[in-house]
């Protein structure tokens, strides 16, 4: 997990440890909103990826977090939370792309297809 984190800290210009609670967040957006068979399938591919969707999930995101939560989740939902803890639209674009990379090349193509296609919203983002 620390490879991805670094990877996306990387591409993004951010710290390790904003890093780490966007690949979080996004990861449990995706076993919430997301194929359960093949997310999983991606959680397993990636050790330490429940651990952080835990670590993410426990902060709260300041002002944007709570509109996040007022739009009731989905993917909009997902960007206000990103916004909240401090990346910009370039970054969370970025984080998102880097996230799916990595799950390709880890959980595979037909896995990583299937979350992005049966997730609303997704595909437009990555």
Known sequence: MEDLITRVAGAAGIDNGLASKAVGLILGFLQKEGPAEPVQ????ALPGST??????SGGGGGLMGMVGGMMGGGIMGLGANLMGAGLDMGQISTVG????????????????????????????FV
């Open 41 to 44: 399938q991606m959680l397993a």
């Open 51 to 56: 651990e952080l969707i835990d670590q993410a």
């Open 97 to 124: 792309k880097e996230l799916v990379a990595f799950g390709r090349e880890h959980a595979g193509e037909d896995v990583m297809g299937q979350i992005v296609g049966g997730t609303p919203g997704l595909s437009q």
